[in-house]
């Protein structure tokens, strides 16, 4: 079925509502999957799998920084969806950005990254160039970069099968110059912003799938024009999820309408 | 032609007019108090319409004797083709509901790009009549219903079947033969997005433009299907409806609380509406001319204005010592502008010193109408990007003043008062209906939404002051800093700092209060979109008429005065 981006938005409000989501990281998190889908980088995808996991969030500890100085900064988002914490991890890092030129952000133990790409466009409008990089994956482990200019509307998007695994915290092929891969620092996400430097960036893959800042407006546009594709079955869900906001329906409560 | 910088440079800095500040304007009670205007949007669209000579003709008439059945219009406006496409059925008076709860209607509409088959009206007719338990696709932008007015469709019909008239005083009691109970757009059910009718048709990319003409339409096809009936009904008596009579007759409007979270939910886009209402305004305080003609057209509006609020009934006792209030506060600014006019700017001054809100906010719409040439070029800066971001840098020192700067009202609110926080906003899960609760529902407060703008400031700023006690370094920390720490502020502290750009801000008010009024909230809305005849029927909903007293779709072409502000009933009219 096709759906509005505004009925998407909407319901996925109600949905992250009703899971606990503070005001204002519902309205984020609806915001990163409808970004996603509306740009052709497949947000309802991400949701499906992270759906079953979005209630759970309400009950792990907030978000916490372990380290910080003038340029950078370690969050410990323990287990928490990028939906609830991930545009927190980026404002931090262009407040940072803003005041030394450059700084980094690293974010450990935290799920759903993809959803990152939303709060690094709004960084893009707002006047700052803004990078991240991450791994997905245990046994297969695929990586993923994005990135924007400063003043741009659409970011660039890249991600590549590579030959690491952690299944034991060895590596294989080119893993000692990678960043590493090990269980320690699974989950992990980094953010790089800068006011004074333009990032970009691409992976090292020859494989590697990009979807450029120009082909992300086209599917903008195709978006707009014709609406959202949506199975059924996660319409209901996601639908279902938000009914936890709605209150019984009675005679009394028909009267706080007004009546008439 | 004006421009954006041009408007900003009389919004803010040195060049900047002598705009009303926001602790006054965006008080709920005065902005209850507004009334229409010439840049509200039925007159914004009745103005393109007409000046652009929009080409709107039936090319499909189905209907049978009875005034069921399918009609199709084409419009043919500079941008772009459109169908408006409408389905009368057959409905009892005991089905007859306004509420949103209803299933059932007697016209339902949808408006639609393009020109539309055969197939397509189809299609229509199997979705659109069901409403929201239908779904249609993004060619659709607009979808409404309508039901008849009980009072006065049969009579009207049996009127002129007969060959007689409609009798002016029964219709001034109820100006319109249908009204109709929700017109959606944005994306609802499936159809168009307002990026994609933005973007894509600037005919009707201003806000609820698509809305609008949709009810204009409807009234133009009321009036189509009254006569068709009656002319079916006894064609040897039957005569057509007199124009003038005909001008008189509006579309009814039954507005409820969804209209409310509208209002608190698009902060950027209210405040965008005021800002180019009172830049309007601050124009013709400042530069709008005084002459004999002037003078007098001032005191015809004034007249005009006391004899509509005369003709305007309700059953609801405050909305009438309201309209008598206006009344007698008309007749005391005529006064003024006959002996003492020496500028407008003084004339509002002398309002505000004189009269009520409510007769200084007529007054304000009957400036307006006075200097077109300062008001209405504003009318294309009525839509914004809604954007409420996080100034991740900004000092929480520097936060902390602006929230006493611009919410010293939500600061100074007793929330521990008795009363302060009685009621709660939540969703039915009847429609998702917005309904407004008492606090004794313990299991439904839970659920309640939060729309709670002063008391959720009033909480982050104690919370921001209990940081910055705890943390005497505090000068170091940003907004970032704050927000990890404190992440359920988030949503309240980009507002903050969003609003903080913008002249005019949020509304000031305490939804919780035990005695909030969400009336003033709807008709701040209602008139931004122009409508008249405010006739609460209890402090939660509200009956109107729009486009009462605006051209019919067969002048369009003819010479246009766009001079349908506050109608009169036709018997009134100077001769």
């Known amino acids: 079925m096709y759906i509005s981006m505004n009925e998407l938005k909407a319901a996925l409000r109600r949905c992250f509502e009703a899971s606990g989501y503070f005001v204002g990281n519902y309205e984020d998190a609806a915001n990163m999957i409808l970004w996603l889908e509306k740009h052709g980088l497949h947000g309802l995808n991400e949701l499906t799998n992270a759906i079953d996991y979005v209630a759970a969030d309400r009950e792990k500890p907030l978000s916490k920084v372990v380290y910080e100085d003038s340029t950078s900064a370690t969050i410990d988002a323990h287990g928490r969806s990028a939906l609830n914490c991930g545009a927190a991890a980026v404002d931090l890092a262009q407040a940072k950005a803003l005041e030394s030129g450059i700084a980094t952000i690293t974010v450990h133990n935290c799920h759903n990254r993809m959803f990152i790409l939303k709060a690094l466009t709004d960084c893009g409008r707002r006047g700052i160039s803004a990078a991240a990089y991450w791994q997905n994956g245990s046994d297969v482990i695929t990586e993923h970069t994005a990135a924007i200019r400063s003043g741009q509307r659409y970011p660039s998007y890249s991600e590549a099968l590579t030959s690491l695994t952690d299944s034991n915290g060895t590596c294989v092929g080119s893993c000692e110059q990678s960043s590493g891969n090990t269980r320690e620092n699974k989950q992990a996400l980094t953010i790089i912003c800068s006011s004074r430097v333009d990032l970009t960036s691409s992976l090292q893959s020859k494989d590697q799938h990009y979807v450029s800042p120009q082909q992300i407006a086209e599917n903008k546009a195709q978006t707009v024009e014709f609406g959202i594709e949506i199975t059924q079955q996660l319409w209901d869900q996601i639908n279902t999820l938000g009914t936890g906001i709605l209150v019984e329906n009675t005679e009394r409560s028909r009267l706080d309408a007004g009546g008439g | 032609m004006t421009t954006l910088a041009a408007i900003d440079s009389s919004l803010r800095g040195k060049a900047a007019l002598p705009l009303r500040p926001a602790e006054q304007v965006m008080d709920i009670e005065r902005l209850g108090a507004f009334h229409q205007s010439r840049l509200s949007f039925m007159r914004t669209l009745v103005r393109r319409i007409f000046r652009e000579r929009w080409l709107i003709e039936p090319v499909r008439f189905d209907l049978d004797h009875k005034g069921y059945g399918t009609v199709v219009y084409e419009i043919n406006a500079p941008h772009g083709v459109f169908s408006f496409v409408l389905f009368s059925s057959f409905l009892c008076d005991d089905e007859r509901n306004d509420r949103v709860i209803a299933t059932q209607w007697d016209l339902t509409m949808a408006l639609v790009e393009g020109q539309v088959d055969a197939a397509y009206v189809e299609k229509l007719a199997q979705n659109v009549p069901k409403q929201e338990a239908g779904r249609v696709d993004s060619r659709v932008f607009v979808l409404s219903r309508a039901n008849r007015s009980g009072r006065n469709f049969d009579y009207v019909v049996d009127q002129l079947a007969a060959g007689e008239q409609p009798d002016v005083d029964k219709i001034a009691q109820v100006g319109y033969l249908y009204r109709t109970t929700a017109v959606y757009g944005s994306g609802k059910l499936g159809m168009a997005d307002w990026d994609k009718v933005r973007d894509k048709h600037p005919d009707f990319s201003r806000p609820f433009a698509g809305e609008m003409f949709v009810c204009w339409m409807l009234r133009n ?76 057209r001032l005191i015809a509006l004034i007249e005009r204005c006391s004899l509509h609020t005369a003709q305007t009934v309700t059953g ?46 007529i007054l304000v719409s009957i400036l307006l109408e006075l200097h077109p040439e300062l008001v209405d070029e504003l009318e294309d800066f009525h839509t914004v990007e809604e954007n409420l971001d996080l100034e991740p840098l900004m000092p929480l020192q520097q936060l902390k003043t602006i929230i006493e700067q611009r ?66 370094d505090h ?34 008010a305490n939804l919780l209060d035990h005695n909030v009024l969400p009336m003033h909230l709807l008709r701040c809305k209602l008139a931004f979109f122009g409508v008249s005849k405010f006739d609460p029927r209890s402090r939660l909903w509200v009956r109107n008429t729009m486009f009462q007293g605006a051209p019919l779709l067969e002048e369009i072409g003819q010479p246009f005065s766009d001079d349908w502000f506050m109608p009169l009933a036709p018997t009134h009219l100077p001769t």
């Open chain 2, 221 to 296: 096809f009321s009036l189509l299907q009254v006569e068709h009936i009656a002319k079916h009904k006894s064609p040897d008596s039957f005569k057509p409806m007199r124009t003038d009579i005909k001008h008189y007759f509006g579309i009814g409007n039954s507005t409820g609380l969804g209209m409310a979270p509208y209002l608190v939910n698009h902060p950027q886009l209210i405040n965008q509406w005021i800002e180019m209402r009172e830049l309007a305004l601050a124009r013709v305080r400042t530069l709008g001319g005084i002459n004999s003609s002037v003078q007098q």
């Open chain 2, 316 to 361: 609801d006792q405050r909305q009438a010592d309201h309209n008598q209030r206006v009344i007698s506060d008309l007749a005391a600014l005529k006064q003024q502008a006959i002996e003492n006019l020496v500028s407008f700017d003084s004339l509002i001054h002398w309002s505000e010193q004189h009269c009520s809100v409510h007769g200084q906010e």
């Open chain 2, 407 to 472: 919410y010293g009202w939500a600061i100074a609110i007793d929330f521990t008062a008795e009363g302060a926080r009685d009621t709660y906003w939540y969703r039915s899960e009847e429609k998702m209906e917005p309904r407004l609760g008492s606090i004794a529902d313990a299991q439904g407060k839970k659920k309640h939404m939060d729309l709670a703008v002063g008391f959720a400031v009033h909480r982050c700023y104690q919370l921001l002051c209990d940081y910055i006690k705890q943390h005497p």
């Open chain 2, 475 to 508: 000068t170091k920390h940003s907004t970032a800093r704050f927000m990890v720490v404190q992440p359920k502020l988030r949503g309240t502290v980009r507002r903050i700092q969003t609003m903080n750009h913008c002249v005019y801000g949020d509304i000031q």
